[in-house]
T-cell receptor, first 110, second 111 residues
Framework: ETGVTQSPTHLIKTRGQQVTLRCSSQ?????VSWYQQALGQGPQFIFQ???????GRGNFPPRFSGLQFPNYSSELNVNALELDDSALYLC?????????FGPGTRLLVL | GENVEQHPSTLSVQEGDSAVIKCTYS??????FPWYKQELGKGPQLIID?????GEKKDQRIAVTLNKTAKHFSLHITETQPEDSAVYFC??????????FGPGTRLSVLP
């Protein structure tokens, strides 16, 4: 086990709604990254947070936003959901160069 | 940006045989080369990694080799077992940047 947890495990939303996904990292892991993984593809980098500040962003629109909290938890928020947002969302905390992934939240947008 | 490819995309081997997956990348500044295993319903798990100052690293049945000149690194699994069946991803990094994963290789180990 990696010590990284995510909630919820599954979620169904309708197009146009907003969603918040949560991640809890290991103590001492100051960096958290979020990824989107479409079915049959590799994870795509959304953004990274380091000590509560965004520290890098992939090719995702501003309706994808995040927060990181001092207690090593973090959130991914997606506004105005689109059908193509259906995917597995992974968070990963980092210690050194090693990323530790959570099990993911599977989001289905109808 | 970084362009990452993996070959083959699918691989089937008999139990006990060896499996090799190759990852090619484009960013010559990449200096950290991990391999992840993703089982059904789980997130990717780091199985082995190598840094740019090392050519080869082994951990029991798993090994990784790096050719920085040619910009590729490979995952080697010997004496494969059914529990090795999974999707494998490479994700070369440049000092914690360039979080680009390869498209994955689905390995099936047939009993």
């Amino acid at each position: 086990e990696t010590g990284v947890t995510q909630s919820p495990t599954h979620l169904i939303k309708t197009r146009g709604q907003q969603v918040t996904l949560r991640c809890s990292s290991q103590s001492g892991h100051n960096t958290v990254s979020w990824y989107q993984q479409a079915l049959g593809q590799g994870p795509q980098f959304i953004f990274q947070y380091y000590r509560e500040e965004e520290n890098g962003r992939g090719n995702f629109p501003p309706r994808f936003s995040g927060l990181q909290f001092p207690n090593y938890s973090s959130e991914l928020n997606v506004n105005a959901l689109e059908l193509d947002d259906s995917a597995l969302y992974l968070c990963a905390s980092t210690l050194g160069e090693t990323q530790y992934f959570g099990p993911g939240t599977r989001l289905l947008v109808l | 940006g970084e362009n990452v490819e993996q070959h083959p995309s699918t691989l089937s081997v008999q139990e006990g045989d060896s499996a090799v997956i190759k990852c090619t990348y484009s960013d010559s500044a990449s200096n950290y080369f991990p391999w992840y295993k993703q089982e059904l319903g789980k997130g990717p798990q780091l199985i082995i990694d190598i840094r740019s100052n090392v050519g080869e690293k082994k951990d029991q049945r798993i090994a990784v080799t790096l050719n920085k000149t040619a910009k590729h690194f490979s995952l080697h699994i010997t004496e494969t077992q059914p529990e090795d069946s999974a999707v494998y991803f490479c994700a070369p990094e440049n000092y914690g940047q360039n979080f680009v994963f390869g498209p994955g290789t689905r390995l099936s180990v047939l009993p």
